[in-house]
């Protein structure tokens, strides 16, 4: 979602700062903004839309000071305009915020009624004006910070800045991600360690409602009750480097490119292919006696996660229950003692995922976590930590990080399976020798590229597109849609292939185009039998398969795209190819942004 970065320099910071928004574009974001101290006095320059615009605005306004913060906005209170852009500022105080003050609009109108003027409709501007009346009544920054923060309820990072200490920063957490970063005669605050990554490699990150004062000489950290702490200065491992699309149009289509070998690299973690077994992290309870699994996660996690579930019940008999994170607290589960909860994200500070995971630790659940940042609040806060290694995902369609999730899931359940006496030693070498060979498995799959390149404009046209899957295909029809419409804009559902007649065969006519995913095996031929009702009725279908499943029911259809025969186990991982390059290519051909589609943020850190 939003991003964050701050710098207590020795030089003029206001390029520096731009280069660190740069870094987090991958975010997603609609407006942009940065702020000094210069003079005596605080300066701003906003745009809305991309950073160009921002860029173009300090070009020709340049921003001078040696002290400043600069944010990426994406909308949650008030529009994407200028006047709503970060950073928000009063004569006293100019500062950024990533999350949501969800009892803003009391205090705004407590600050109304005590004569405060608000220029934005943002929940921000508020702490704005809370910290700035305190400094006009004469408090220290430091002070009027810490009688702030009591006041703001919901999820917040915050980086303050302040005209009458012009060598001075501010910084706060609660519920959203803040890192400190430690230079040579600098210090920085960041979002995460990419936006620092050219300025230092030596950060700390700040724990559940720490708050921080920065200076040029370090950094001073209290914890929510205001007590000095000491946080952990640990080496980053994020490359400087920007990270650029070599050879590739999109961010998306590289990382689509790149799944075989992350997949590979992740597998490595979790396969000894000496012994034929999986191996997971060490921990310290049984994995045997689990006797029901929670998973909670949103989007494509879900989905990865919705994959699991089959597995987890065919090869382990575990009972499984899956919630998508925002409905998990307000159902109120019922979580039974010993039960383990598996969190599914890519960024691990997805906020209403971190919410349920905190509500789960509490009613007692074992917490595992599979996430692609090691050193997440998610990462950090589970009993186990399932780590993907699928690299930095800058598109903010998840393709990538949901290929490794789907991989350590595998894994996990063949662990599960074993733990529970239902996987054999010769099983468990099978299940091993299939997950080695899905990434040469993907690589075929991304061999049809050009191919699915060439009927891109068969969907194009379409307003509604269906897709239809059965067993572990039905998760991947829904994740086809969700691509299609995340990045096309074209409105797109997935169905299991079996309830076409129970609604949705409604909407079939010749001007919907019907995706169908089976690979052959045993839920095929009921999967065909299903497509046949759609063709019976005019529909245009799409048949992903491989070549035994496109001889049999490949004559009548639009157009075919064929899978490598694969193990039912790596079908998900290598049938994910397919319905992310169709969404791709689709995409470009309509001319949308693919990389950062409108009104999607990348990692989402409110509810």
Not at 264 to 282: C, G, K
Not at 571 to 584: G, S
């Given at each position: 979602m939003c991003g964050i970065i701050g710098i207590v320099g020795a030089g003029d910071v206001a390029e520096r700062l731009v280069d660190?928004?740069?870094?987090?574009?991958?975010?997603?974001?609609?407006?942009?903004?940065?702020?000094?101290?210069?003079?005596?006095?605080?300066?701003?320059?906003?745009?809305?839309?991309?950073?160009?615009?921002?860029?173009?605005?300090?070009?020709?306004?340049?921003?001078?000071?040696?002290?400043?913060?600069?944010?990426?906005?994406?909308?949650?209170?008030?529009?994407?305009?200028?006047?709503?852009?970060?950073?928000?500022?009063?004569?006293?105080?100019?500062?950024?915020?990533n999350?949501?003050?969800?009892?803003?609009?009391?205090?705004?109108?407590?600050?109304?009624?005590?004569?405060?003027?608000?220029?934005?409709?943002?929940?921000?501007?508020?702490?704005?004006?809370?910290?700035?009346?305190?400094?006009?009544?004469?408090?220290?920054?430091?002070?009027?910070?810490a009688q702030v923060l009591p006041q703001l309820h919901g999820a917040f990072a915050l980086a303050i800045l302040f005209r009458s200490h012009p060598d001075l920063l501010i910084g706060a957490r609660l519920g959203s991600p803040l890192v400190v970063g430690y230079g040579d005669g600098e210090t920085y605050l960041g979002s995460d360690a990419l936006a620092l990554a050219p300025l230092t490699q030596k950060i700390a990150y700040l724990e559940e409602g720490d708050w921080v004062v920065i200076t040029r000489e370090g950094a001073e950290i209290f914890d929510k009750d205001n007590q000095p702490v000491a946080r952990a200065v640990t080496l980053s491992g994020v490359s400087g480097a920007l990270i650029d699309k070599g050879n590739h149009?999109?961010?998306?289509?590289?990382?689509?490119?790149?799944?075989?070998?992350?997949?590979?690299?992740?597998?490595?973690?979790?396969?000894?292919?000496?012994?034929?077994?999986?191996?997971?992290?060490?921990?310290d309870f049984d994995l045997g006696q689990v006797k029901r699994i929670t998973i909670v996660a949103c989007g494509t996690s879900f989905y990865a996660g919705l994959v699991a579930k089959y597995w987890f019940e065919k090869f382990a008999r575990v009972p499984v229950d899956i919630d998508v994170a925002s409905e998990f607290r307000y159902r109120d589960p019922v979580l039974e003692k010993g039960g383990?909860?598996?969190?599914?994200?890519?960024?691990?500070?997805?906020?209403?995922?971190?919410?349920?995971?905190?509500?789960?630790?509490?009613?007692?659940?074992?917490?595992?976590?599979?996430?692609?940042?090691?050193?997440?609040?998610?990462?950090?806060?589970?009993?186990?930590?399932?780590p993907t290694h699928a690299g930095p995902e800058i598109g903010v369609a998840s393709t990538k990080a949901f290929t490794c999730q789907l991989a350590v899931l595998a894994a996990l359940a063949a662990n599960l399976a074993r733990a529970a006496g239902h996987l054999s030693p010769e099983e468990e070498a099978e299940i091993v020798w299939h997950l080695s060979e899905a990434p040469a498995a993907m690589n075929q799959a991304l061999g049809h590229d050009r191919e699915i390149e060439a009927m891109a404009h068969l969907i194009a046209p379409a307003?509604?597109?269906?897709?239809?899957?059965?067993?572990?295909?039905?998760?991947?029809?829904?994740?086809?849609?969700?691509?299609?419409?995340?990045?096309?804009?074209?409105?797109?559902?997935?169905?299991?292939?079996?309830?076409?007649?129970?609604?949705?065969?409604?909407?079939?006519?010749?001007l919907v185009p019907v995706i169908v995913i089976a690979p052959s095996g045993p839920l095929f031929d009921k999967t065909v039998s299903n497509m046949a009702e759609v063709q019976a009725r005019g529909g245009k279908v799409v048949l992903i398969s491989d070549a035994d499943g496109i001889a049999q029911a490949g004559e009548n259809c639009m157009a075919t795209?064929?899978?490598?025969?694969?193990?039912?186990?790596?079908?998900?991982?290598?049938?994910?190819?397919?319905?992310?390059?169709?969404?791709?290519?689709?995409?470009?051909?309509?001319?949308?942004?693919?990389?950062?589609?409108?009104?999607?943020?990348?990692?989402?850190?409110v509810e």
């Open positions: 660190g928004l740069k870094r987090l574009e991958y975010r997603g974001y609609d407006s942009a903004g940065v702020a000094t101290v210069h003079d005596g006095a605080i300066e701003r320059r906003r745009a809305e839309g991309k950073l160009v615009n921002l860029v173009r605005e300090l070009r020709d306004e340049p921003l001078p000071g040696v002290t400043g913060i600069a944010h990426t906005r994406w909308a949650t209170h008030g529009a994407p305009t200028t006047s709503n852009a970060h950073p928000h500022a009063t004569s006293e105080v100019a500062l950024v915020h999350g949501i003050i969800e009892n803003f609009k009391p205090l705004r109108d407590a600050l109304v009624a005590r004569g405060r003027h608000f220029d934005s409709e943002t929940d921000t501007e508020v702490v704005a004006h809370l910290v700035s009346e305190k400094i006009e009544q004469g408090l220290s920054p430091k002070d009027a910070v149009r999109h961010f998306m289509q590289k990382e689509i490119f790149e799944q075989p070998v992350v997949v590979a690299q992740t597998l490595r973690s979790y396969l000894r292919r000496m012994e034929n077994q999986v191996a997971l992290p060490d921990m383990l909860a598996l969190f599914i994200s890519q960024s691990g500070e997805t906020a209403d995922t971190l919410a349920a995971l905190r509500h789960a630790k509490a009613a007692g659940q074992i917490i595992a976590v599979v996430v692609n940042v090691p050193t997440s609040s998610m990462a950090r806060e589970a009993d186990l930590l399932l307003r509604d597109v269906l897709y239809l899957g059965r067993g572990p295909d039905y998760p991947m029809a829904l994740e086809g849609a969700l691509k299609l419409k995340e990045i096309s804009y074209i409105h797109a559902e997935g169905y299991a292939a079996g309830e076409m007649k129970h609604g949705p065969i409604a909407l079939i006519d010749e795209i064929e899978m490598p025969k694969v193990h039912p186990l790596i079908a998900p991982l290598v049938y994910a190819v397919p319905v992310q390059l169709l969404a791709y290519h689709v995409a470009v051909l309509k001319g949308t942004d693919v990389d950062q589609p409108r009104n999607l943020a990348k990692s989402v850190t």
